[in-house]
């Protein structure tokens, strides 16, 4: 048979969004069952987004503006920043795969850790790089020493994910700063920061802050989690003026909608309610971890909206028992499950399935 395809992409492992709820609800005959497995904020849009999005779409016969100029002098506003440095596409992730595009030709290499981002190797292997997954440490966090030693003249950029998903464990600023100090200035440093607003811990840098004016180091942003906006795939980066223009380059055309980018911008005239509705998320996250903790699992701090269970080879098993209860959770069979902060009300669900399962 006549290959259509490069021959390299059968290996490549498919990014697994969560379960559905209704098709789960459907095959256990329940009204509802929860979703606890994306990391999404469940408390709805934020006011405002819904009727600008409306408004939008009685345009939807025109193109949106292309250089998403409104949004990126909105964020730079808000976030203290020149314009020029600041890029947008759809999600965060997206803006990976295009920064994976802009600074590797075939052969070249991504160092990033193992678990992290699912989405990470994906991007590496579609723009013809090659992956250096180095492993977590024991703790389940970045091994910066073996990350640092896994450089090599091939490597072009480091995906840093701070707090780490999936597991939630973060660093802490003089760590972070002694690892970037050591980087080559020929190798391009992204910050992953998509879980930003739950961080609680103060010696967790802002990266925008302490690494903003660093000519190799990228910061990384998503409106997906903490602003509410995960359908509408908002993401935005930070990085010299320089990169930034690369990648505004290098975005396709008209790929950040109008209905988005109207979303965005009335999103982001609610921070006070966003912050009022993280700050629900953050309580929780200390609940649901020490109600993890009691049944016996030996969950790790997280500074993110989700916990990590480290199950092993109990991930799938664990996350197939808590969906005969009506609750979707995220497992990575091998090493572990991500369990998203819901409600309280699905946080209670969630934690009577898991003594269940365990």
Same mark, same amino acid.
């Given at each position: 048979?006549?290959?259509?395809?490069?021959?390299?992409?059968?290996?490549?492992?498919?990014?697994?969004?969560?379960?559905?709820?209704?098709?789960?609800?459907?095959?256990?005959?329940?009204?509802?069952?929860?979703?606890?497995?994306?990391?999404?904020?469940?408390?709805?849009?934020?006011? !405002?987004?819904?009727?600008?999005?409306?408004?939008?779409?009685?345009?939807?016969?025109?193109?949106?503006?292309?250089?998403?100029?409104?949004?990126?002098?909105?964020?730079?506003?808000?976030?203290?920043?020149?314009?020029?440095?600041?890029?947008?596409? *759809?999600?965060?992730?997206?803006?990976?795969?295009?920064?994976?595009?802009?600074?590797?030709?075939?052969?070249?290499?991504?160092?990033?850790?193992?678990?992290?981002?699912?989405?990470?190797?994906?991007?590496?292997?579609?723009?013809?790089?090659?992956?250096?997954?180095?492993?977590?440490?024991?703790?389940? !966090?970045?091994?910066?020493?073996?990350?640092?030693?896994?450089?090599?003249?091939?490597?072009?950029?480091?995906?840093? *994910?701070?707090?780490?998903?999936?597991?939630?464990?973060?660093?802490?600023?003089?760590?972070?700063?002694?690892?970037?100090?050591?980087?080559?200035?020929?190798?391009?440093?992204?910050?992953?920061?998509?879980?930003?607003?739950?961080?609680?811990?103060?010696?967790?840098?802002?990266?925008?802050?302490?690494?903003?004016?660093?000519?190799?180091?990228?910061?990384?942003?998503?409106?997906?989690?903490?602003?509410?906006?995960?359908?509408?795939?908002?993401?935005?980066?930070?990085?010299?003026?320089?990169?930034? !223009?690369?990648?505004?380059? *290098?975005?396709?055309?008209?790929?950040?909608?109008?209905?988005?980018?109207?979303?965005?911008?009335?999103?982001?005239?609610?921070?006070?309610?966003?912050?009022?509705?993280?700050?629900?998320?953050?309580?929780?996250?200390?609940?649901?971890?020490?109600?993890?903790?009691?049944? !016996?699992?030996?969950?790790?701090?997280?500074?993110?909206?989700?916990?990590?269970?480290?199950?092993?080879?109990?991930?799938?098993?664990?996350?197939?028992?808590?969906?005969?209860?009506?609750?979707?959770?995220?497992?990575?069979?091998?090493?572990?499950?991500?369990?998203?902060?819901?409600?309280?009300?699905?946080?209670?669900?969630?934690?009577?399935?898991?003594?269940?399962?365990?």
């Amino acid at each position: 048979m006549t290959r259509l395809t490069r021959a390299d992409l059968e290996k490549l492992p498919n990014y697994v969004p969560g379960r559905s709820p209704a098709d789960l609800a459907r095959e256990l005959g329940i009204p509802e069952a929860i979703k606890l497995a994306s990391n999404e904020v469940p408390y709805g849009p934020l006011p !405002g987004v819904v009727e600008a999005v409306t408004e939008a779409a009685t345009n939807a016969h025109r193109y949106p503006d292309m250089g998403v100029v409104a949004l990126r002098h909105r964020l730079a506003e808000l976030y203290e920043v020149d314009p020029d440095n600041v890029a947008t596409g *759809c999600g965060s992730v997206a803006l990976a795969e295009i920064l994976v595009k802009a600074t590797c030709l075939p052969g070249d290499e991504v160092v990033f850790a193992w678990r992290s981002f699912e989405a990470y190797p994906i991007i590496t292997a579609t723009a013809g790089a090659t992956s250096v997954m180095v492993p977590n440490t024991p703790e389940h !966090g970045h091994d910066l020493e073996a990350m640092l030693a896994a450089i090599t003249p091939k490597t072009r950029l480091m995906f840093v *994910c701070n707090p780490n998903n999936p597991t939630g464990t973060f660093l802490r600023e003089a760590e972070l700063t002694a690892f970037l100090d050591r980087v080559p200035a020929d190798v391009l440093v992204v910050l992953d920061e998509a879980y930003k607003e739950f961080v609680t811990d103060p010696e967790v840098p802002d990266a925008l802050v302490t690494y903003g004016d660093r000519p190799n180091v990228v910061v990384l942003r998503t409106l997906s989690k903490a602003w509410g906006l995960a359908a509408l795939r908002i993401g935005w980066l930070h990085a010299s003026a320089e990169v930034a !223009g690369a990648i505004r380059k *290098c975005v396709t055309p008209f790929s950040t909608s109008a209905a988005a980018q109207a979303g965005a911008m009335a999103a982001l005239a609610q921070a006070d309610e966003m912050r009022r509705r993280v700050d629900l998320v953050i309580a929780e996250r200390g609940r649901v971890t020490e109600g993890l903790r009691a049944l !016996g699992v030996d969950v790790p701090d997280s500074q993110a909206n989700f916990v990590w269970l480290p199950l092993g080879d109990r991930s799938l098993p664990f996350a197939q028992a808590c969906e005969q209860q009506g609750v979707i959770v995220r497992p990575f069979q091998g090493h572990g499950v991500r369990i998203t902060i819901g409600t309280p009300a699905e946080n209670d669900a969630m934690l009577t399935a898991a003594e269940k399962a365990l």
